[in-house]
């Protein structure tokens, strides 16, 4: 199988585009400049993998690629299996023989890699037909909860119609279903938005009922369970309304938190918004005034200051 000669990559997002270079990123924005050919790709980035418990390997591109989020590897049975996929396609990755997709948003270099390891790639039928999705090849599209090589499925839907959770032993992959990070919890508020994550949590918390695994592996962060499960039914809870847990009390100007009036989505410079593009460290005054709140798109002025 030959890879498609047109391909390009968001270096702002972490998308690959199949066919001709863009005129701006159909998830961020980001004008042409920010694509490059997927051949410039594989010669900047590199996928580093990392270990996180027996049988299981997160994969990163170093240097960070984008807000492209960490696909991981798994042990199984009979197969090595991808749950997601990088964005760079580097020949010399650890090979899978299947890829398996939560979901549609980050496909990265599947095609690549299904054609350099010969794997199979999975995702769900909801998913596939999307017009973004459309151009990658799929060999099984379920529609269906299902187990295979020791790993189960479980659709939730959520933040794309198709989303879909897979546990494997004691660990869960939830992908970006939930951005938890440090003082800070919130589910994902693209796609569906924040309400339609919390009822695909409702669907999976009732699926891994009272379960107790070790681990979670979602956006770039590995997270104990027990922890993340509270959080994640406190977030339920609220109907999606994020959580913030940093102290209160002074702070210096460039490091006060600022609340959303609706949604009460804190920003702190401390954490910054990663996955939406904002480094750790930003100041909210250095954040453009074109900036929305990601969870209920009102204004940067709609922030108010809640340090002194």
């Given at each position: ?25 159909p ?16 010669a900047?980035?590199?996928?580093t ?17 984008g ?24 020949a010399?990755a ?20 299904r054609?350099a ?5 999975w ?7 999307h ?45 970006d279903?939930?951005?938890?990070r ?9 796609g ?21 695994l ?81 969870d ?7 922030f ?5």
């Open positions: 199988m030959k890879a498609p000669a047109s391909q390009h990559v968001c270096t702002a997002y972490g998308y690959n585009m199949i066919g001709p270079k863009p005129a701006a990123c998830f961020c924005g980001a004008g042409a400049a920010a694509f490059l050919t997927d051949a410039a790709c594989s900047r980035y590199r996928v993998a990392s270990a996180v418990a027996p049988g299981i390997t997160r994969l990163n591109s170093v240097p960070p690629l807000i492209e989020h960490a696909a991981y590897r798994i042990e199984a049975d009979g197969a090595n299996v991808w749950i997601d996929c990088p964005s760079s396609f580097n010399d650890l090979a899978a023989q299947v890829i398996a997709f939560t979901h549609k948003d980050f496909l990265g270099a599947s095609n690549q890699y054609a390891f010969g794997a199979e790639v995702i769900h039928a909801a998913d596939a037909v017009p973004l999705a459309r151009p990658f090849p799929f060999d099984r599209r379920f529609d269906t909860d299902f187990e295979a090589h020791g790993i189960a499925a479980k659709h939730i839907g959520g933040h794309s119609p198709g989303f879909t959770a897979y546990r494997f032993g004691d660990t869960l992959f939830a992908c279903l939930v951005f938890d440090g003082a800070r919890t919130r589910f994902n508020p693209y569906q938005g924040a309400r339609g994550a919390a009822e695909a949590a409702r669907r999976l918390l009732a699926w891994l009922g009272r379960d107790e070790a681990r979670v592996c979602g956006w770039n962060y590995v997270s104990d369970y027990a922890g993340w499960r509270d959080r994640v039914a406190a977030l339920v809870a609220r109907n999606g309304r994020p959580l913030d847990r940093g102290p209160a009390g002074p702070r210096a100007p460039e490091l006060r938190r600022y609340i959303c009036n609706d949604c009460a989505l804190v920003y702190d410079p401390v954490l910054g918004m990663p996955e939406d593009g904002i480094p750790p460290g930003t100041p909210f005054a250095a954040i453009p005034d074109t900036w929305r709140c990601p209920c798109r009102l204004t940067k002025a709609d108010v200051a809640i340090d002194s």
